[in-house]
């Protein structure tokens, strides 16, 4: 063979190994070899005839057949958890056995007196007997006992925060954990003739009553506006037991007016929307809540009320006034901070900056010159000691984190927002070197 041929047939057979494999082919040898290196490493996949379901769609409207099994399976649920729950002579059983097995004179139970209390105990109250409830009970005692007093009151605790996770759930429509803002008005509506606190209030006043608890929990509770919180949200907070502290017939008056719930407390917050509404048209406009208070909130701050907060036809109705209420009144929580920031925000931007911070204080300005008391004060002096107190990250820049970390947020709102607000930080030091009435 010549060599010409030679070189021709190499050529060849250079192009054969060269010309491009098909991708399916690729892809089916690449699944041939990890099917035969998961087999050989032990590891190849087993085929499943049911694949568990991971979510449960919730039956529509047009569903009734479904909607009826799912109320029959959550209120069958629902007893079931109820019948674990202790009843008064089991906790009067457990209080004896605790009061068997203590150290005289020393309220003290060693784990060793606890483990037999538990197996003298029954099945239900076993499962409030765990060790690790004894180890979260311990309070530095030497020989490492706890306190038979901080035991049944855990187990009484324990005890109550499950029924009435219970019977919250019971008003929960979708079983989904969640209770809607209806929902939370039928659960308070259905509790008030167990308040007794409230039976001199007027059937006629009810629906206010209710709006009015309601709105507290779904400002405190609901940050993400959806018209819905938590059910162990209401366990964790205080606002459920202040409700049902209303139970008790001796209740002090000073008690009563610091609790927002009470029948004094709704009247007073009510009686202040009455008065304010001059016209008796049932609802606020700008003029009339301009008297809210001290009278001394600044026309920038009314303006922007009304148009960030919900409004009919450009007034205020009772439930949007008492989110306001709620956000003045508790300046130092994050939840009314970010209410009162979200208003501030003229630009809508997330941050406050020098041109919104005298966008405000103009007001303040022009209502110093009114007053005739004293100079205005420069804005530039207000500014740094505004940016002072927050210590931003951006230093020209205050967001609602800032506000919240920084502590002062109270004091940074009240300058901005109300006359009577920056006074108060002007004569601080005068204010706090006045003598006390008790004094």
């Given at each position: 063979m010549s060599l010409k041929e030679l070189l021709r047939r190499k050529i060849q057979k250079l192009d054969d190994e060269n010309q491009p494999v098909p991708l399916e082919l690729v892809q089916k040898q690449e699944d041939e070899e990890f099917r035969r290196l998961l087999n050989e490493w032990g590891k190849g996949r087993t085929q499943s005839s049911a694949i568990p379901p991971?979510?449960?769609?919730?039956?529509?409207?047009?569903?009734?057949?479904?909607?009826?099994?799912?109320?029959?399976?959550?209120?069958?649920?629902?007893?079931?958890?109820?019948?674990?729950?202790?009843?008064?002579?089991?906790?009067?059983?457990?209080?004896?056995?605790?009061?068997?097995?203590?150290?005289?004179?020393?309220?003290?139970?060693?784990?060793?007196?606890?483990?037999?209390?538990?197996?003298k105990s029954g099945p239900k109250t076993r499962e409030y007997l765990k060790p690790s409830v004894f180890a979260k009970l311990q309070q530095g005692d030497h020989q490492g006992r706890i306190s038979t007093v901080s035991l049944?009151?855990?187990?009484?605790?324990?005890?109550?925060?499950?029924?009435?996770?219970?019977?919250?759930?019971?008003?929960?429509?979708?079983?989904?954990?969640?209770?809607?803002?209806?929902?939370?008005?039928?659960?308070?509506?259905?509790?008030?003739?167990?308040?007794?606190?409230?039976?001199?209030?007027?059937?006629?006043?009810?629906?206010?009553?209710?709006?009015?608890?309601?709105?507290k929990f779904m400002f405190f509770l609901d940050g993400v506006r959806a018209n819905r919180v938590r059910i162990i949200d209401i366990l964790a907070c205080s606002f459920l037991d202040d409700l049902l502290e209303l139970r008790d017939e001796d209740v002090s008056k000073d008690v009563q007016e610091q609790n927002w719930f009470s029948a004094p407390s709704a009247l007073r917050i009510y009686g202040h929307y009455l008065n304010l509404d001059r016209d008796h048209n049932g609802m606020l406009n700008k003029s009339e809540l301009a008297s809210y208070g001290?009278?001394?909130?600044?026309?920038?701050?009314?303006?922007?009320?009304?148009?960030?907060?919900?409004?009919?036809?450009?007034?205020?109705?009772?439930?949007?006034?008492?989110?306001?209420?709620?956000?003045?009144?508790?300046?130092?929580?994050?939840?009314?901070?970010a209410y009162l920031f979200r208003i501030l925000d003229i630009k809508g931007c997330g941050y406050l900056d020098a041109f919104t911070l005298n966008y405000f204080f103009r007001d303040i300005q022009d209502q110093m010159t009114a007053h005739g008391t004293e100079q205005p004060v420069s804005f530039n002096d207000v500014k740094d000691e505004l940016f002072d107190m927050v210590r931003p990250k951006d230093p020209e820049r205050v967001t609602l984190n800032d506000l919240v970390a920084c502590g002062q947020g109270e004091t940074f709102v009240s300058i901005l927002i109300e006359f009577r607000g920056f006074w108060a930080y002007e004569h601080r030091e005068a204010i706090s070197s006045e003598p006390s009435d008790g004094l």
């Open positions: 991971f979510y449960n769609r919730i039956p529509g409207e047009n569903e009734p057949l479904r909607q009826k099994l799912r109320e029959e399976s959550r209120a069958n649920l629902l007893k079931q958890k109820s019948l674990q729950l202790l009843d008064r002579t089991e906790m009067n059983n457990l209080w004896v056995l605790l009061d068997c097995h203590h150290v005289t004179d020393e309220q003290l139970i060693s784990y060793e007196d606890f483990q037999k209390v538990a197996q049944f009151n855990y187990v009484m605790r324990k005890v109550w925060l499950d029924q009435t996770r219970v019977g919250l759930s019971v008003y929960d429509s979708t079983g989904q954990g969640y209770l809607t803002e209806t929902e939370l008005e039928h659960y308070i509506t259905e509790l008030l003739p167990t308040l007794c606190q409230l039976d001199g209030l007027e059937k006629s006043f009810h629906s206010f009553y209710v709006c009015t608890a309601v709105r001290s009278g001394t909130f600044t026309k920038p701050f009314l303006d922007r009320v009304f148009q960030t907060c919900l409004t009919y036809g450009g007034e205020m109705d009772y439930k949007t006034y008492l989110d306001l209420v709620l956000a003045l009144e508790n300046r130092s929580e994050p939840q009314a901070l």
